[in-house]
């Protein structure tokens, strides 16, 4: 059964950080490469970046630089580092494998304001 749990997002300030989790079930941990997506108010959900099993990385340009996607192979957790954050990070942000598969998780809410 897949299972994908988020947690660690929350209200922070422009310029601050936030770290993500996200645990995942063996049964789609060990077989894809994953993915941390986020969606905004109104807006399609989008692949932020991912990582593959061998821990090869990649982001959309927005951000590059502030976030940083990793995976513990030992838990079959999925992390991602927000530094920087700008209020356009605001969305609610989910992990998936890339490309994602028909279930997904409840999610973790992050919101960046003053």
């Known amino acids: 059964q897949v299972q994908l749990v988020e947690s660690g997002g929350g209200l922070v300030q422009p310029g601050g950080s936030l770290r993500l989790s996200c645990a995942a079930s063996?049964?789609?941990?060990?077989?894809?490469?994953m993915g941390w997506y986020r969606q905004a108010p109104g807006k399609q959900r989008e692949l932020v970046a991912t990582i593959t099993w061998g821990g090869s990385t990649n982001y959309i340009d927005s951000v590059k630089g502030r976030f940083t996607i990793s995976r513990d192979y030992a838990t079959n957790t999925v992390y991602l580092q927000m530094n920087s954050l700008k209020p356009e990070d605001t969305a609610v942000y989910y992990c998936?494998?890339?490309?994602?598969?028909?279930?997904w998780g409840p999610g973790t809410q992050v919101t960046v304001s003053s």
């Open positions: 063996p049964s789609i941990f060990s077989q894809y490469a």
């Open positions: 998936n494998a890339d490309p994602a598969q028909n279930y």
